[in-house]
């Protein structure tokens, strides 16, 4: 596919959301739960957030998308998360997974081993998270990523967006999804074809749930799109608002109000400047 | 009651918050909480937010009002929501019910069946959450309300504020209190006079916890007045700040900071302007 | 120690954490829990929040600091708090302590009770919540705290500042670390010199989380400096942002984003130009 292609479809998923106002629920962290869902409703989507296992299942059920963050995992989780990944499997609702924290504690690693067979739509975290969620899947040549990754640091990442693109493609060929790490610049796969994309804001590190909410936004896009079009809509849509917002903003307090502003204002000519490369 | 009597009520509730800064603590839900204490803070009142039985109980005993917005259930909440409401009654403290996501999980609807003998002053919602509460307490003529519904998505409606006025007119008559209608034009009913508020954003529904605030902020203005004026002073109130703040914005997140700028800005002349129509 | 030598080490702790951007992990409260975490950002630090033991006990051993605040307590929180604060004094992480909400409900007494043998580096509270501390931890002359204090109401102080200093002393000499009173003039003091901090902002107390955003801020300065120098910088740069931000807002909401920029943008001119006075 040519970036012309490509970016033509990403316009399309900007275009059908707004038309549409398409539901993700999510079971997300508290950290930033309102960022998520202000962001989904900014990009024209709709949220709805729950804790409880026959709550989350009941929303797989109605939805066509689902986002998963297991950022602040509280004890019901031990029970929600699986029964809601299953049920998610099982009606074929897309749904993205935010490896927030992977490596804290022993609930976080046990849920996410579980989710290897609901096979999430999307993956979307730094680079650290998706060389551990490879590891922990066993589907990454271990030795090579452990050699390279020097681990997360709580939930920041200590490792290059260009060192965990093997293990990305590895997560995507197994789960026939995409995987997006963001980073500096961001890298968008299906497990074939690589888009690196540029743009963003040194603000966008600066405020709590920039990662979480593109999570929680390329779940809207997976209402209208595949996972890999919907990931690479989000990517392009953070890149772009965050390089207007930075303009208009002397801080990361005025850049948040800005970003989700951008989010709903962002036009098709903006989208179609973005920079973007592709890696088959 | 005329419009020139009620709207001066409204002032006078307006300030009576502004002067007293009255405390209205919540169980509310985590999407929002923030928003629904910057609300409450903005009009001049004072927020407490918990979680657990017996500090639901304690708050209760010490306040004239409460929030409570069942929008993410914990588990816990099954012991904390009926404790403490069982304590708003008996008490006699007003309390304003937001039934978010009616219709989503068996907790919920257990929790929200329990709390019709502890009458709510105030209940607000949407139209499709006001029906199926109605529906859910044996209120309205279920027949009826049943073939026009359409029924909630997630947490929006998919009615028409017109179409809920029965079941609000039932709920008010049955606790005595309030009921609040969000929507396009919002709804007041006391069970008897309905009064149509005019006014408001397109940003509103494009912030989450427009809604969930405004719930908390009835309960500010239930310290100071009856439950029918604090729920038509909330939505004037949220009405002409809206209209005020949008025209201060170029999209949802610039418009999130103005609104809360504008709850604690707003004038007298701007309410006693307000567009309202009564119906008795 | 001379104003001089004090407003040098609050300049160099401001520079450490911008330039090294420590994490300082939380369990904190829903409520403020993204504001608290905007704001560790803002000043160069970076943040991490969990609820549950052993996650708790994970970041307790790989961090230099940690943040406590009790002001949404939930069940988990029994094993939680106890099982982190052990380790952290273990470790000897020094952990900041927001006694939020203090005297409201069975479990939140009985945590502050068992923290006392952990021995938070930093306790930072309004007036009330100080006060009750002390009395908690047998630590003031009670008859006299007892008389003075008319206890807080919900979350709020309705003591002043300076009828707390004696219960701050009390505890700062009983942990060898550092109490930090917030209040229209803020007190700081390490058990022996207490420094009397001006400025902020009327706006302050009107967005929810000031207070436990501070207690964050503080224990993100605990990474590069000791406990008194930690609060007493986090103190200072909210007196100094309050200030500036104050001027370029015209509601609480525009305040907010402000005030989060100009926690990022303050300059060592207005740290050496603040107002404190110091008292030995």
């Known amino acids: ?56 299942e009941f929303l797989a059920t109605i939805s066509k998308s689902f ?24 009606k074929g609702c897309q749904w993205v997974l935010d490896p927030v924290g ?53 939930v920041d990442s200590t490792d290059e967006v260009e060192d965990a693109k093997k293990a990305a493609k590895a997560i995507a060929v197994y789960t026939g999804g995409a995987v997006a790490i963001s980073g500096k610049n961001d890298l968008v796969t299906d497990g074939k074809m690589c888009v690196i994309c540029y743009g963003g804001s040194v603000f966008l590190p600066m405020i709590t749930g920039a990662g979480c909410s593109l999570g929680g936004v390329v779940s809207i896009y997976c209402t209208v799109s595949n996972p890999f079009i919907a990931a690479l809509t989000a990517t392009i849509m953070y890149n772009e608002a965050g390089k207007i917002a930075e303009r208009k903003s002397v801080g990361p307090g005025t850049f948040q109000a800005r970003f989700l502003d951008e989010l709903y204002l962002l036009k098709e000519k903006n989208i179609l400047k973005t920079r973007i490369e592709i890696e088959e």
């Open 102 to 154: 992977i490596g804290i504690g022993e609930l976080r690693t046990k849920l996410i081993l579980q989710m290897k067979e609901y096979k999430p739509a999307v993956i979307r975290g730094n680079a650290s998270e998706i060389i551990a969620v490879a590891k922990l899947w066993g589907l990454a040549d271990c030795d090579e990523v452990n050699e390279k990754s020097k681990g997360a640091r709580g």
């Open 67 to 90: 986002y998963i963050n297991v950022g602040t995992l509280l004890p019901i989780y031990e029970e929600s998360l699986p029964r809601t990944c299953k049920m998610l499997h099982e």
């Open 1 to 56: 596919m040519t970036k012309d292609e490509l970016l033509k479809q990403v316009c399309k998923a900007v275009k059908n959301v707004r038309e549409q106002n398409p539901l993700a629920p999510s079971i997300t962290n508290s950290v930033t739960i309102n960022f998520v869902a202000n962001a989904q409703l900014a990009v024209g989507g709709s949220a709805a957030m729950v804790y409880l296992p026959d709550e989350g």
